[in-house]
């Protein structure tokens, strides 16, 4: 496969230049989820010139094409993400809702384009054992929860995040495997970064409800919402030195309405939050002593406190096989000390949503300056970004679809839940 790498990788060099002004267009014009009709747009035209056979119009906006090799034993997915991320501070931040690429999305929508022009175009899926599937998936930053949730009331979608609403809709029920990179902050050479496990989270609205009075004249007659929220903020903070390194969890909030003014005792207040952890054990149980603590509170005070749990995104389990593959190709364009082993994420995607299923690595790549999420987050270095990154993940594909890879690696394989029982647990926390 050494000839065929080769000729991949100079369709990349070729192509480069074309489609790094198309990533830098998607920045300019950044869309937030389940709202990327032009991202959509800009990636279907690029593969159908392609030659690809592009579904639209998946969970709204979402994209999948496949590249079809001379067996179908096997189907990898390569998955980037269409949305932007709010970060009002970027210079670059959309006048209208404050969406960016702070995130860097858009980048791995560059990798996703690069791959599948040189897949299609040097013909080697006349050599691999199995399939290639692109997918472009929407909404995956967990944001605009209001509005997502109005999109489920119209019945347009059941679950808050694009790949929640892929495996729904059976959209990965033909995929074996599946890759999506990621941009490293404040990495700014060329650079790959391996991780192994992520947190995941589930949401947290709290609602308070108290009796209202004049502030001044007659405080004992009301009860103080905004007292009682603030006490189970404490009650939080009190149990946080109990929390287990080994767990990395985390919680973390924002008060959404504070009272209707100063010269009355607040009579409702509320409340959203995350609660955080590596495991679903460890997530269910921040979650049981996240409304212990706050319903408490609601009683100290006779306040009525409601505590609503929703589906956030399941922790990320990266498979070490597929990892180990990734960094074999690495190699090929990046020395040995330009390679990390990061270990635990903290941060959450729905990614790990899908490492329940299948397996699947989320590989993090350099030439990024500043912080994710931040008005600092800048591209320094478009091929670290995407040119050296597409050429890795090509090599990969090829190599996983080769030889028997693949077989081997699913030989040992056994998924933390079948998509039953996962959307059984999508059930149970969307009551």
């Given amino acids: ?40 747009e800009i990636v279907a035209k690029y593969l159908k010139e392609c030659s690809y056979d592009v579904k639209e119009e998946l969970a709204i906006t979402g994209l999948k094409t496949i590249l079809k090799g001379k067996q179908y034993k096997y189907t990898i997915a390569f998955i980037a993400e269409l949305d932007g991320v709010v970060c009002k501070d970027s210079p670059k931040a959309s006048p209208k809702d404050g969406a960016t690429h702070t995130c860097g999305h858009n980048l791995q929508l560059g990798i996703l384009m690069l791959v599948a022009k040189a897949l299609k175009e040097s013909g080697v899926a ?16 967990y944001i605009q929860l209001e509005y997502r949730r109005q999109l489920q009331k119209e019945e347009k979608i059941k679950y808050l995040s694009g790949k929640q ?3 729904r809709l059976g959209l990965f029920d033909d995929i074996d495997a599946a890759i999506l990179l990621h941009a490293e902050p404040n990495s700014e050479v060329a650079s ?18 108290g009796k209202t009075a004049h502030a001044a004249a007659a405080p004992h007659e ?23 390194d080994e767990n990395h969890s985390r919680i973390h909030y924002i008060i959404t309405n504070g009272g209707d003014n100063v010269n009355s005792v607040p009579s409702e207040t509320s409340l959203q939050g995350y609660v955080r952890s590596s495991s679903i054990e460890s997530i269910d149980n921040l979650s049981e002593r996240f409304d212990k603590a706050f319903y408490c509170a609601g009683e100290n005070f006779n306040a009525k406190m409601s505590v609503r749990t929703s589906a956030g995104y399941m922790p990320l389990i990266c498979n070490q096989a597929l990892n180990n593959v ?44 500043g912080g994710l999420h931040s008005p600092d987050f800048e591209v320094t270095d478009y091929n670290a970004a995407i040119v050296i990154p597409a050429k890795i993940v090509t090599n990969t594909l090829i190599d996983l679809l ?13 998924p933390e839940l079948t998509k039953e029982e996962y959307l059984q647990l999508m059930e149970k926390d969307n009551l």
């Avoid at 050494?2 to 267009?25: A, F, M, R, Y």
């Avoid at 635990?344 to 990024?368: C, K, W, Y």
């Fill in 126 to 141: 006349n050599e691999l054992d199995g399939n290639i599937a692109f997918i472009a998936v929407p909404a995956e930053e």
């Fill in 402 to 414: 080769s030889d028997n890879r693949m077989e081997n690696i699913l030989k040992g394989y056994k």
């Fill in 222 to 244: 009301g009860i103080n919402a905004l007292h009682a929220l603030v006490q189970g903020i404490n009650n939080i903070n009190a149990i946080r030195d109990t929390f287990q």
């Fill in 165 to 167: 609403e892929f495996i």
């Fill in 326 to 369: 990734f960094e074999d190709n690495a190699r090929k364009y990046l020395p040995k000390e330009s390679i990390y082993h990061k270990g635990h994420f903290m941060a959450s995607t729905d990614l790990g949503d899908l490492s329940h299923i299948m397996p699947v690595i989320q590989p993090m790549m350099g030439g990024i300056k």
């Fill in 192 to 209: 790959i970064h391996l991780y192994n496990t992520g947190n995941g989270f589930k949401l947290k609205d709290v609602v308070c409800k």
């Fill in 1 to 40: 496969m050494g000839t065929i790498k080769d000729t991949v990788d100079k369709i990349i060099d070729l192509n480069s230049e074309e489609v790094i002004g198309l990533v830098k267009d998607i920045d300019l014009h950044p869309e937030l989820g389940f709202q990327e009709h032009r991202t959509s």
